[in-house]
Each structure stands twice: as C-alpha cells, then as structure tokens.
C-alpha cells in the first residue's frame, strides 16, 4: 500500500508540474533548424554534446550542399568532417551521418523510417535520437527524449535515481500521459537552460520549488 501511495503521490505531482511548464514555456517546441525527417535526423546526432545553437550555425551550409540522404550518403566524407567540425567528436559523427544515410537509401527507399526498431539500427542513433525523430518529424511519441537537461532536472524533481537515460526513461513514463512525453522532455530543457542550471539553480525563482525535493533553501 505504501509503494502505491508513493507512485501515485509522485505521478500526482509530475502531472502537476507538467501543467506548470505548459504555462511556463507555452511555445517550446524544437530548438533544432531542419525541413525534412532525415535534416531532422542529422541535427539530432550532431547535437550530441553540442548546443543547439552551435549545429544551428553548422546545417544551412551542410544542408545546401547535401540535402537528402541520397546526397549525403554519396558525399565525400572528408568534406562532411570539415562542415560539422566546430559541433565535437566530429569525425565519428561525420561517419555516423554518412553511415545512417547509406543504410536509410537501401534498406528504406531514400526516406528516415517511423519506428523505433528500424531508427535504432542505424549507426549513430540512440533512443534519444529516435525519440526526438519519431516525435517531431512524425508526430508519435514513442518514449520520452532524455538530454543532460532532462536526466539533471528528473534526478532533481525525484522522480529517478537514475543516470543511464533508459532507465530514467522507463522511470519517467508511467508518470506522465503518452501524448504529453515529447513535449514534457522540451519544456524540462527550457526550465533547465533558463532557471534549473547545472551549477547554479535559480531555487528562489523557480515556479516548480515548492513540488522539488532538492529546492536549495533561501
């Protein structure tokens, strides 16, 4: 009785905060630039351990030069390597694009694919990644998206004890409605970037503080 008062208290509480950070961030949406599932596709993988911003700065010249798969998976690789160079571990990303297109042009006719298990055979993409994908290029929420944000913010929230991002993962969706897992994982980066910092969360300005077990005391 105890263990399910407890998950339904903390479920009652992650549908309350997720009502706060609709209001609190009522636009989140995407902060990665694209205009197809596979631009989408490719921006995700460079985005790890990189902002946003920074691969927002490199896609318009690589997408100008190689805008589909086809195109991409034919490039020269070395070429590929110098356009995303400024995003990190540039190299393995770089083969990991290439390595993704090829496989999407043949095994699945030139288009990204819309189901998890085909995402994640291609090199390169994760569950974050195809999370973000399926949601936002397809529209299907198929789990939530765990960045450094999301895993910092739900092991402060208490809702995991987590740090592998499946199981924060596995831990955070029975909590929340499916329809709301991607948007949940968008406005958790917003309130993560703006007042939940790493280093120096902004407790005393916090609209969550009072359903956060870690609030740091005035």
């Known amino acids: 009785m105890n263990q399910t008062r407890k998950r339904s208290s903390k479920k009652q509480r992650a549908l309350e905060i997720l009502v706060r950070l609709k209001r609190l961030y009522p636009d989140a ?104 994908v399926l949601a936002h290029a397809f529209g299907i929420n198929a789990g939530v998206t765990v960045d450094t944000h999301v895993k910092r913010l739900s092991n402060r929230l208490g809702f995991t004890k987590h740090d592998d991002p499946v199981r924060i993962e596995r831990d955070l969706m029975p909590l929340l409605p499916q329809a709301d897992w991607e948007n949940w994982s968008i406005r958790l980066i917003y309130h993560g970037r703006a007042v939940c910092k790493a280093r120096s969360p902004v407790c005393q300005e916090c609209q969550l503080a009072d359903l956060c077990p870690s609030k740091i005391a005035e």
């Open 29 to 132: 949406t995407c902060s990665l630039d694209y205009s197809t599932p596979v631009q989408l596709l490719v921006a995700t993988i460079l985005s790890a351990q990189c902002t946003d911003e920074r691969v927002n700065k490199v896609t318009p010249h690589l997408f100008t030069r190689f805008p589909d798969a086809v195109s991409m998976a034919s490039a020269d690789l070395e070429e590929i390597i110098e356009l995303v160079r400024s995003t990190g571990f540039y190299r393995n990303k770089a083969k990991n694009i290439q390595g993704a297109c090829r496989m999407i042009v043949k095994d699945f006719g030139g288009q990204v694919p819309n189901r998890m298990e085909d995402l994640l055979k291609l090199p390169g993409v994760a569950r974050k990644t195809a999370n973000v």
